[in-house]
């Protein structure tokens, strides 16, 4: 018995605590055409940039936690068609997302983690591009600034 109400006790609080939320800030969906300025990429196997078609989704959402805590979390999408100089057609994949944590005691920020996925397929014979990378950096008490790339793996196929 004793063990039951050390258990509920423990476990009490719990229940009534408040967990974090996520508030979406932005969430947009937009096109992506050839006449505008930012519809171009580089297809790095070949050094052409390719013209886009398609559509980008951005997402960002904001999170409170009752340490005073905030993160921020972003997530953008594309998938579109490329066309190169010659006419090939090539399908164009991107998923990016990065994640930042802040610290309202300390007022700065203090860890970010950014993820990089492109592919990038080219038409039978034609090349290919594909892009993997994780990124992090984090800021120390001292405001000290420590960087790596945790991942990176680019190919040209």
């Known amino acids: 018995m004793r063990k039951l109400i050390a258990l509920v006790a423990l476990a009490l609080p719990l229940g009534f605590a408040s967990p974090a939320q996520a508030a979406i800030v932005v969430n947009h969906i937009f096109p992506l055409t050839s006449d505008q300025s930012n519809a171009h990429v ?43 100089s010659a006419g090939r057609t090539y399908r164009v994949v991107e998923v990016t997302g990065d994640q930042s944590s802040f610290d309202v005691a300390r007022g700065e920020y203090v860890e970010v983690t950014l993820h990089i996925n492109v592919l990038i397929l080219g038409p039978s014979g034609g090349p ?15 405001g000290r600034v420590t960087s790596e790339f945790l991942r990176e793996r680019a190919t040209c196929r």
Not at 44 to 65: K, S, V
Not at 66 to 77: A, E, I, L, V
Not at 128 to 142: E, K, R
């Open 42 to 84: 580089l297809l790095p196997c070949t050094g052409e940039w390719l013209t886009l078609e398609g559509q980008a989704h951005f997402l960002l959402t904001f999170t409170t936690n009752d340490n005073r805590s905030k993160g921020t979390s972003t997530f953008q999408t594309l998938r579109a068609v490329g066309t190169d």
């Open 128 to 142: 290919s591009y594909m892009l993997h990378l994780v990124y992090h950096q984090t800021i120390d008490g001292s």
